[in-house]
């Protein structure tokens, strides 16, 4: 139980133009989607928390207009990287919680190569 | 306030000799504690959970860990290390009173083995 995927695994884009990143949460109800960045041995970087049917908390630093989070129903949220540069190249992962469960269920992560 | 140390960023160990991951975490209220693993460009594995019951936690392929609380510790320890387990290691913690269920992530610790 409490499986999590992401689609697509890998995706590689033209600077400038944008890319959207799905998250399901596929035997759950996810009351809370959390999205992550994680570069070369690093560790993961919050991005933003989102609730269903509610607008996404972002972390300092990370712009909103750049990053587009949508948490339309309980198993969907996607990301959504608009004007992409290579910059923004880097390993994206999502999670999802249930609420009162201390515990988050982890994505297998997208990879995105910006050219 | 939540946060997590892991002490060692690199640890090598020979095939079949016991393995140590350290962590230590701080938390204003009664924490949960995760030890996840990631080998290369793969998501997260959680190898197991600490959330109040025993201090001794199991978890999957032989490691296990223990909650101290008077050392603020959460170790990840393994009799016997094996050349599948070379990947990079990360222990988080979540306050349970938290209810956003955010999660604190440690720096990671990168495990090599050595045949």
């Known amino acids: 139980g409490a499986v999590v995927s992401q689609h697509p695994s890998w995706v590689i884009c033209k600077s400038g133009t944008s890319v959207k990143i799905e998250c399901r949460s596929l035997?759950?109800?996810?009351?809370?989607m959390f999205w992550y960045r994680q570069f070369p041995k690093q560790s993961l970087m919050l991005m933003a928390t989102s609730n269903e049917g509610s607008k996404a908390t972002y972390e300092q630093g990370v712009e909103k207009d750049k990053f587009l989070i949508n948490h339309a129903s309980l198993t969907l949220s996607t990301l959504t990287v608009t004007s992409a540069h290579p910059e923004d190249s880097s390993f994206y992962i999502c999670?999802?919680?249930?609420?009162?469960?201390?515990?988050?269920?982890f994505g297998p992560g997208t990879r995105l190569t910006v050219t | 306030a939540q946060s997590v140390t892991q002490l060692d960023s690199h640890v090598s160990v020979s095939e079949g000799t016991p393995v140590l991951l350290r962590c230590n975490y701080s938390?204003?209220?009664?924490?949960?504690l995760f030890w996840y693993v990631q080998h290369p460009n793969k998501g997260l594995q959680l190898l197991l959970k600490y959330t109040s019951a025993a201090t001794l936690v199991k978890g999957i392929n032989g490691f296990e860990a223990e909650f101290k609380k008077s050392e603020t510790s959460f170790h990840l320890t393994k009799p016997s290390a094996h050349m599948s387990d070379a990947a990079e290691y990360f222990c988080?913690?979540?306050?349970?009173?938290?209810?956003?269920?955010?999660?604190?992530f440690g720096t990671g610790t990168s495990l090599t083995v050595i045949p």
């Open positions: 035997d759950f109800q996810a009351t809370t």
């Open positions: 999670s999802a919680s249930l609420r009162r469960k201390y515990e988050q269920y």
């Open positions: 938390s204003s209220y009664s924490p949960s």
């Open positions: 988080v913690v979540s306050d349970r009173r938290n209810t956003g269920n955010q999660f604190y």
